[in-house]
């Protein structure tokens, strides 16, 4: 049951936020069995921020020719103050009262790095913020969604957003007050909704759900940037060596180097062997070296090759080595256990799994961009944002992590799909690190591969 909590001023966090409107007001509920807490804080202005600079003056989207795109809506809007969290999980953010520009594509902004949080700006203050689209979810009433949470939160609402979640706080905007609504903005949102179009939400009424392809431009099409604030690095596993990382520019990977499969299991221990697993041929020795990861509040040891090659999807998530964490994939018409896991010599226990490799090549947050996109020399794709891609000092050559043309090659990940009612598994590399392919999950040619992702499992 949702209970709704509105609280009057709170100094110390005010004073943080430099409010200028009202006191902090909060909504905290229960949706779908997950915590959520929405703190308001009013407005900043743009001065208060960024003194006489415009937001463009910071960053100005472009096309494919580099040439600057857009038409101005308001250059220095006021901006929203929002720290939300979802099961604990914080976020604060400034999102823009009203629209900065209109008439840009989304790929105009992404270029930019300003969609998914790769462009950086910094306030008068020092502090540091990621520029980046909102999360409008997939559907009208996506809840958790930050247009739904925030935008949804402080409206006056419509004929959806109706309700406790949706326009509780003492002085609601209206239409006018954040151009949504009637003759309003369709703001661009950073997600994907289908291969060839981005999620936009607004105009006509302020919950609308629309969708379009992202080069396009009109004039009914907005840019909302979202500034989120940079929070100090959390500390990290106590199991990491923490004077060998390396980080990503971000901040959000952090790389420990390579642990040897004896040092990790014992000599002569294989993988296949502790869980039983001998589908398919073995490839070069069937024990490679273990990259390191700690990324998204989990530690994990990616193959530094595939160990086994001509072997399905199917096969792996039959033996209950696709998704870990005790979930449960189809086949056909059975559902398997993920249950799998190994202890290293040391006692630490993991769950075996597969890789998560997101719902394009450049799907960046998924964990094959985030982790091996990182530290392999980048490619075609990948080059296009150097931020996150190739960051390693010394960065891998694709072959020396099997991903150019060799047996197995094409990793098997986590995911599937189904095309035209057959399921595909999503499969990378194989030519270049950046490819994302889908192919019959019952396939079994030698140019697939079985890399196991060993997942910490905290105590």
Known sequence: MAYLLRFGWLAALALVWGCERDPVETLATDYDNRQVVVRFYGERSSSALFGEKTFPDLIQPVDARGKVRGEIHRASPDWLAFDYQIDGERSRVLVAKQPVMHTVAWWDIARVGAADGDARVTDLDGTEYRVRLLHCGQHTMDELSEWNLLIGGVHQGDMDFRGERYGWIRRPYDNDDLKVGYQGSLNWCQDRYSQNRRVMRGYYFVSRFHAARPGFRGSRVYWRPVLEVVEPEAVPDETL?????????????????????????????????????????????????????????????????????????????????????????????????????????????????????????????????????????????????????????????????????????????????????DEHGINRGFLVPSRFHATPADFTGWGFGWRPVLQLIED
């Open 241 to 421: 060596d923490h004077a060998v990382a390396q980080r990503s520019p971000d901040g959000q990977v952090r790389y420990y180097g390579t642990v040897g499969n004896d040092e990790l299991f014992g000599s002569g221990t294989k993988i296949a062997d502790l869980v039983g697993f001998h589908k398919g041929e073995e490839h070069e020795t069937g024990a490679p070296d273990w990259l390191k990861f700690h990324y998204r509040g989990q530690t994990l040891l990616v193959a530094a090759q595939s160990v086994r090659h001509s072997l399905s999807w199917n096969a792996l998530a039959k033996a209950g080595l696709v998704a870990g964490e005790n979930r449960k994939v189809r086949v056909g018409m059975r559902r398997y256990d993920q249950d799998v896991t190994v202890t290293d010599t040391d006692g630490n226990r993991y769950w075996v799994r597969l890789i998560q490799c997101g719902k394009s090549t450049l799907d960046h947050d998924s964990e094959w961009n985030r982790l091996i996109g990182g530290v392999v020399e980048p490619d075609g794709d990948f080059a296009r944002f150097p931020s996150r891609y190739g960051w390693l000092d010394e960065p891998f050559e694709p072959a020396a992590l099997n991903l150019h043309t060799d047996r197995g090659a094409a990793t098997w990940c986590r995911e599937n799909v189904s095309i035209y009612g």
